[in-house]
Nanobody
Framework: QVQLVESGGGLVQAGGSLRLSCAASGRTFLMAWFRQAPGKEREFVAAINWNGGTLHYADSVKGRFTISRDNAKNTVYLQMNSLKSEDTAVYYC?????????????????WGQGTQVTVSS
């Protein structure tokens, strides 16, 4: 069993930046960030494969968000720049021991508790 702990959320003004971190208690291969805004379904944000060589982003965050990982620390990061009010959501870290890239929630076995990101306009 792998536990994921997110940190780094908070309140920021539109145009500002935040960096989210997710520490895993064990080794994982595929890691991703999802988010869920009030009244909406949880949606894919970004994913990174085991060695950081393959990255994928939702169209809504391309060019503004960057996902990265430090395998020595079993940690994945999400650098969020040029934040918009529509980025307001609870952000969830997800992980799996699969080597295949996926954008689907059901492909991920392990989930964090979530961290709130609020962007004020």
């Amino acid at each position: 069993q792998v536990q994921l702990v997110e940190s780094g959320g908070g309140l920021v003004q539109a145009g500002g930046s935040l960096r989210l971190s997710c520490a895993a208690s064990g080794r994982t291969f595929l890691m991703a960030w999802f988010r869920q805004a009030p009244g909406k379904e949880r949606e894919f944000v970004a994913a990174i494969n085991w060695n950081g060589g393959t990255l994928h982003y939702a169209d809504s965050v391309k060019g503004r968000f960057t996902i990265s990982r430090d395998n020595a620390k079993n940690t994945v990061y999400l650098q969020m720049n040029s934040l918009k009010s529509e980025d307001t959501a609870v952000y969830y870290c997800a992980a799996d021991r699969s080597l295949a890239m996926s954008f689907e929630r059901y492909e991920y076995t392990y989930w964090g508790q979530g961290t709130q990101v609020t962007v004020s306009s």
